[in-house]
């Protein structure tokens, strides 16, 4: 197990993207919906308190086979399945069936939110999502910060499975011919059918949270997103499949963060409950801080001025990767880890 850690951090070691990492406050909240609807406390960034996802006129799957239809379990590698009925059906808006038509409507979505324990930016909603048994699938999403009580906005595009969402079909509501706010969403994204086996990366939806401003969060204030979706098939087995819903900053992966020297020479890694951080005489602003494989800052501790060693607490960290980063002023440099 440890030579399968270690040669993945020198995998990640090798890996890079152009992102650059945002100067704001980072956020990073994760429901993986792969087991159960509880987020990630692995990637959870510090700062915040995740809410529970919540249904209105969805239903979990059944993870019953129907007759003619692949049977989904409620939580599995595709996602999370659910639909208007458990078998999949009753997506349709006419009678007798009660659903949203092939258009998302305001009255069916599933909410995810979190509650700012310190003041942090938000810029960016990303999800997987498909359709079994049908191409006739739309998203659209929209977020509040009163809890819908006083506002409701539309995001602002971004991208989907095939690339820049057009703005015919950027996953908002849109406006009416008038000008005002729709039930209906008239702007809904396509999603894609099912396939098994298709990479992650097909699925994804990428939306922009109020443009490239993003949003602030003060502290004791909760972010809710809802997202909406609409079927255009008849059917048992017609689940939706969401997964990794994720409300995140700007900011870049472990893997992604090399424009950071990684020549701290940390000690022992791997490592159990303490990591000693050796460096130069530090400065009043020196800081150790540790990141997880997603980038999601996960501790920080302030180096004292003076020491030339900074001992780190990773007694409450999961077991697995992660990087450890030293600055002092405009110096930075970073390891890679194992935690075990």
Known sequence: MKNNLLSALLLLAGLGTAEVASAQT???VQWPLKRNNADSTAVRSTG?????????????????????????????????AFGVLADGSGWSSTAPSTGPGSAPKRIYYEQFSFTA??????????????VASSANGKVAAVYSRSNFATDSTDVTGGKGPTGVLPSTANATFGLSSTGGGVNTAVNGALVPQYVAGAPNSATTFRLALNGATGLAVPSGQTLTVRIYFGVGSTGIGRYVLLRNVTLKS????????????????VYPNPAQ??????????SRDARVTVFSTTGAQVTTFAAQPGTTE??????ALAKGLYLVEYTDGSQRS???IVKE
């Not at 409950?273 to 530090?282: I, K």
């Not at 900074?310 to 007694?315: E, S």
């Open 26 to 28: 980072q956020v990073f």
């Open 48 to 80: 915040v308190t995740p809410g529970t996802p919540v249904f209105k006129r969805y239903v979990i799957s059944n993870g019953q086979v129907p007759t003619g239809a692949a049977a989904f379990a409620p939580y599995s590698s595709a996602g999370q």
């Open 117 to 130: 324990t310190a003041a942090v930016q938000v810029d960016s909603l990303l999800f997987s999502a498909s």
């Open 250 to 265: 700007k900011q870049v992966a472990l893997a992604a963060r090399n424009a950071v020297a990684t020549n701290l020479a």
């Open 273 to 282: 409950n303490v990591l000693n951080v050796p460096h130069a005489a530090a």
């Open 310 to 315: 900074t001992t780190v607490n990773l007694g």
């Open 334 to 336: 970073s390891a890679r």
